[in-house]
């Protein structure tokens, strides 16, 4: 069964740091066409993907609003992905999830098919003020 358990959230002030783990359990982490991203749901808002990775070529994507401030990392032995979160906004307080693609199907950029995301952690709240 598969699980994703996410941690590090909590509150910071704008231009702080964090950093978001989750830890993966009942797939083999790093296989090829494995597929994991962070999404984010602030109040009143529709939840939006942030960052992906294929975790087999460790090649991440991140969407407009965080480039440059978050990066992905992970750690294969303990089948971890990381969300390191520098100069954080207000903006950035939300809902975290972490979430796994499992063999997407198509081609190209599979990792960035959202549908295909269908296995989800509880979430971890990130909070920051002004």
């Known amino acids: 069964q598969v699980q994703l358990v996410e941690s590090g959230g909590g509150s910071v002030q704008a231009g702080g740091s964090l950093r978001l783990s989750c830890v993966a359990s009942?797939?083999?982490?790093?296989?090829?066409?494995?597929?994991m991203a962070w999404f984010r749901q602030a109040p009143g808002k529709t939840r939006e993907a942030i960052a992906a990775?294929?975790?087999?070529?460790?090649?991440?994507y991140f969407v407009a609003a965080v480039q440059g401030r978050f990066t992905l990392s992970q750690d294969n032995v303990e089948n971890t992905l990381y969300l390191q979160m520098n100069d954080l906004e207000p903006e950035d307080t939300a809902m975290y999830y972490c979430?796994?693609?499992?063999?997407?199907?198509?081609?190209?950029?599979?990792?960035?098919?959202?549908?295909?995301?269908?296995?989800w952690g509880q979430g971890t709240q990130v909070t920051v003020s002004s």
């Open positions: 979430a796994a693609s499992l063999s997407p199907p198509g081609r190209g950029a599979y990792c960035l098919q959202w549908v295909n995301y269908n296995h």
């Open positions: 009942g797939y083999t982490f790093s296989r090829s066409r494995t597929c």
């Open positions: 990775i294929d975790t087999a070529t460790e090649r991440p």
